[in-house]
Structure formats: structure tokens, C-alpha cells
């Protein structure tokens, strides 16, 4: 027997704000029409104030356990990713711990930028395969709000605030595609693009949160190729064609990306999962948000074979198979 991670269920959670295109418009110089044409955003969620990225995390992680009909006390590990954490320190994962009342086990963030829901289902995988946790929480969430600059038009029209979760289990399986679970994870970065995306700020260099900057064309193109190596290593890792896939869960940051990877998979669009016109690019969360609307309205099922994929800044970026 082989030991699967399996996904039980799914949590999201949205801040209530909604800012549209339109109210951007009234005081940065630009669109809707030329928003949605470049990105297919219409509109984004952005955080009350007061609202950190452990509350948000928080209510994510509790539709997930809802979901999965698990308990806190049945959690050993929470693994959430995260760019903007509530603090430099203690770790947002152990914040959200204590919300949940999850008192055993381990709690702790890692960094990824937009591929981090990717990375930290790896790590998560990882620790359930290897028996050194039964049952996990694994969270992507950002209040990307709190470090871009309202003033920049190239930057702030593409970001937004959310939560997503999944509630993992150990599972037997016969080790093969058929077994329920994650199949296989494939994780990559070069930090050689550093300058292309990133913060301006931080605690060494600035001592203050700094702001988003981004060279919008040359992430672009590196995306499409990046993302293409990811999706072909799952494929080939397990001997599958693009026509086996049912659902691809992208990473929600250009709808002119996703279009291109779904056509490269000759996956039809109802076999994409779209959020990005409502959500924005929300970073780690944007794959967990979509995995948990696509699930709670019954189009992705038990046996449905999924894979998601993700590029941020580093570069980093990567994939995951799952039969759900």
C-alpha cells in the first residue's frame, strides 16, 4: 500500500468590501474596459480595516473543517502560505491555531508569493506520506491590499484580498493514478528574476512593509513558459495525456494566462476554473478560493482528475495532480 493525501474538504472565506473597476477609475488614470481587456478583472475584494490575514485565515480554515466534518482536535498541522502576514513574528499559521483551538501538533507560514498554496500542498503531502502527521489544514491567504500602491495604475488594479483552505487526511492507496489524493507535486524557482516582482520593502533592508512592483510584460512572458514546464511534469510524471484531465485550477492572476494554458492543454473553457474577473490576483489564496467555489457548486467531483498550477515572485513556481 501506498499513503495518499487526501482532500476532504474545502474552505473559503471573502472580504464583504468589493471594489469595482469603475471605483478605480474615478482616481487612477484608467478603465474598466482597459482593465478587463489586459487582465479580465472586474473586481476585487479588499480587507476592512482591522481585518489581518489571520482572520481571513481563519474563517477559511472553519469552512474547510465544515466541509471535511473534522474537528480542530483532529488537526496535527496547519501549513499556511502567505505574503503579508499579520507580523514578522510569531508565524500567522500559529495565530490562526489558536483561533481554530487546536492545541497539539504544529502550526507555520511559508513564503511562496502566488505559488504558495502549490508549495506549502507539497510540504503538507510531504508530512502525511511520511507519517509525521495524520490530518492537516492547508491555508493560502493575503491582504495584498495592505502593500501596493494605490497610486501605481500597473499594480493596483491587480490585486485582491481573500482565504482558501483544504483539510487534508492519510489515506491507503494502491500507488497508482487511480487512488484518491495528490498524485504528485512539482515545485521550482530561480531567483535570478528577483527585480521583475517584488517588495520594495521588509524588515533587513527597509524596516517598513514597503510596496509591490512589478515589470508586467517580462512576468508575462516568463509565465507562460514557466507554467508550461510545471504542467508537463505532472503529465508526463504520471504518464497521463492533457485529454485525462478534467479540471485545471489555475493560479487567478491574467485571464489572458489561463486562457493560454487551457488552450495548450486542449481543455475547453468550461473545463477551467475562473475566478480572476471577481477576485483579483489574491496571491497563495487564489487556488484554494477557486478550488472551494468549484467544489461547493458540484463541478469538480470525487474521481476527477485536477491539476492546479501556479507562478509568483522569485520566480517561483509549480504544479499538483490530484485525483479528487
Not at 45 to 52: I, K, N, W, Y
Not at 84 to 93: E, H, N
Not at 207 to 216: E, I, N, P
Not at 298 to 310: D, K, Q, S, T
Amino acid at each position: 500500500m501506498v499513503v495518499r493525501s487526501r482532500i476532504l474538504g474545502c474552505g473559503a472565506y471573502l472580504p464583504s468590501r468589493v471594489v469595482t473597476n469603475a471605483e478605480l477609475a474615478r482616481r487612477l488614470d484608467t478603465t474598466d474596459e482597459w482593465i478587463v481587456q489586459r487582465t479580465g478583472i472586474r473586481e476585487r475584494r479588499v480587507a476592512a480595516d482591522g481585518e489581518l490575514t489571520s482572520h481571513l485565515a481563519t474563517h477559511a480554515a472553519g469552512a474547510a473543517l465544515g466541509a471535511a466534518g473534522l474537528a480542530a482536535a483532529d488537526i496535527d498541522l496547519i501549513v499556511l502560505a502567505t505574503s503579508t502576514p499579520d507580523q514578522t513574528f510569531p508565524a500567522t499559521a500559529a495565530r490562526v491555531q489558536a483561533a481554530i483551538g487546536m492545541t497539539r501538533g504544529c502550526a507555520f507560514d511559508i513564503q511562496a508569493v502566488c505559488t504558495g498554496f502549490v508549495y506549502a500542498l507539497a510540504v503538507a503531502d510531504n508530512f502525511l506520506r511520511l507519517g509525521q502527521a495524520r490530518t492537516a489544514l492547508v491555508i493560502g491567504a493575503e491582504t495584498f491590499s495592505r502593500i501596493l500602491d494605490w497610486d501605481d495604475r500597473a499594480t493596483c488594479v491587480l490585486f485582491g484580498d481573500g482565504a482558501g483552505a483544504v483539510a487534508m487526511q492519510a489515506t491507503d492507496g494502491e500507488g497508482t493514478v487511480r487512488d484518491r489524493g495528490i498524485l504528485s507535486t512539482h515545485l521550482y524557482s530561480d531567483g535570478r528574476y528577483h527585480d521583475l516582482l517584488y517588495v520594495d520593502g521588509g524588515p533587513s533592508s527597509t524596516g517598513t512593509a514597503g510596496h509591490l512592483r512589478m515589470a508586467g510584460r517580462e512576468v508575462f512572458r516568463h509565465a507562460v513558459v514557466k507554467l508550461a514546464e510545471a504542467v508537463d511534469a505532472a503529465i508526463v510524471q504520471n504518464r497521463l495525456r492533457p485529454a485525462d484531465i478534467d479540471w485545471l485550477v489555475p493560479h487567478q492572476a491574467n485571464r489572458r494566462i489561463i486562457d493560454g494554458m487551457g488552450a495548450r492543454l486542449h481543455l475547453p473553457p468550461e473545463k477551467v476554473v475562473l475566478t480572476v474577473d471577481r477576485h483579483a490576483n489574491t496571491s497563495a489564496a487564489s487556488i484554494p478560493l477557486a478550488l472551494a467555489e468549484a467544489c461547493a457548486d458540484g463541478r469538480i467531483r470525487p474521481g476527477h482528475l485536477v491539476l492546479l498550477e501556479a507562478m509568483g515572485g522569485g520566480f517561483t513556481w509549480g504544479s499538483a495532480l490530484v485525483r479528487w
